[in-house]
């Protein structure tokens, strides 16, 4: 039964919720507003807005790419022209802004532009925009790093412990990078060259071993990062456009396939391997493409037509406890 609805503008931001707020992203008229919205009612509490062109061209593919992320009472944002917003979560006031394309020569990935959400770490705000990720002062928007030379990419950054240290795996256009939390050095890296340049699920960590997966067939690996940079096995059969999986008891979930226009579309449907072997357990494609979380060790996915569905985590086979169509038109949100 839906509570309310309202209309956030164009894109691809997911919900963050924090307490009785919900926060999220849109475009009108290349305009930008953040949003955030009273969780009970739908009512609209605070918004923010400043020009940003996110136009790429391609049919229901405009808009903010990044969710907000929320932390010790900050709003994160990030366009994919570069701006970066740090916003008093009561009010939607501006602590500080910054544009790293402008001011940090960050370039972004081939297409779309700057997809991956920010990361808060400590007092660190890290942010995909560069091969090896960035860093800013979380309290004053300052560079503290910046690794490597090329553009930054469209997958969220992603923390991992190494022994009693705090390390990134940044997934870039061209490859899967290690670096040290603190001073952004690269530890470990392997190329993945995705042949568009578009790696854009987040790494999925499980102690030091990460998975990566893109789209158009490139299929999806996974390495122990403290090891060589051979994969512990790769699989052809978890080739993820944009959408991040799910690990869970041992066991991955997330979509195979591709839904770019025309000739680039796959086959797509959701996909259930062995975290240690890479082995198919069951494939369902009547979901068709979809973006998926998890909830009370169940999963929570959402198609591309606006279908809502939820379902058991097992590896013995798909099965859907319920679904309801929730939104009108295409979905590429999580």
């Not at 039964?1 to 924090?18: D, E, F, P, T, Y």
């Not at 907000?68 to 022209?81: D, E, M, Q, W």
């Not at 390495?223 to 060589?228: C, E, H, L, Q, Y």
Request: glycine share 14%.
């Amino acid at each position: 039964r839906q509570l309310w609805k309202i209309n956030v503008g164009i894109g691809h931001s997911a919900v963050s919720v924090v307490g009785d707020r919900a926060y999220t992203m849109g475009n009108t008229n290349d305009t930008d507003t953040i949003f955030s919205i009273d969780v009970a009612t739908g009512k609209i509490v605070w918004t923010h807005s400043y020009p940003c062109n996110e136009k790429v061209g391609i049919k229901d593919y405009d808009g903010p790419f990044a969710t907000p992320t929320v932390a010790n009472g900050v709003v994160y944002t990030l366009s994919r022209k570069g701006d970066v917003f740090a916003l008093d979560a009561r009010d939607g006031k501006v602590i500080w802004s910054r544009n790293i394309v402008k001011e940090d020569d960050v370039r972004p990935p081939g297409f779309g532009g700057l997809a991956g959400s920010p990361l808060i770490l400590g007092d660190k705000l890290i942010l995909n925009g560069s091969p090896g990720g960035m860093a800013l002062d979380a309290k004053t928007g300052k560079t503290l790093w910046k690794s490597g030379a090329g553009p930054g990419g469209h997958a969220t950054p992603v923390p991992l412990r190494i022994g009693q240290k705090t390390y990134l795996a940044i997934h870039s256009p061209r490859a899967l990078t290690i670096v040290d939390a603190a001073d952004g050095k690269q530890t470990w890296t392997t190329e993945r060259r995705q042949p568009i340049g578009v790696n854009a699920p987040d790494p999925v960590v499980d102690g030091t071993k990460v998975f990566v997966t893109a789209g158009r067939a490139f299929g999806g690996a996974l390495f122990d990062v403290t090891g060589a940079t051979t994969p512990l096995w790769e699989q052809e059969g978890l080739s993820s456009h944009w959408h991040t999986s799910v690990l869970l008891n041992g066991y991955l979930y997330g979509p195979d396939g591709n839904n770019s226009e025309g000739a680039g579309r796959s086959p797509t449907s959701l996909r259930c391997l062995d975290w240690k072997t890479g082995e198919i357990k069951w494939s369902e494609p009547k979901l068709e493409f979809n973006g998926l979380i998890s909830v009370g060790g169940k999963l929570l996915i959402l198609t591309e037509v606006g279908d809502l569905v939820l379902a058991e985590a097992s590896p013995a086979a798909y099965k859907e406890l319920g679904s309801a169509r929730v939104i009108e038109g295409r979905a590429f949100t999580a």
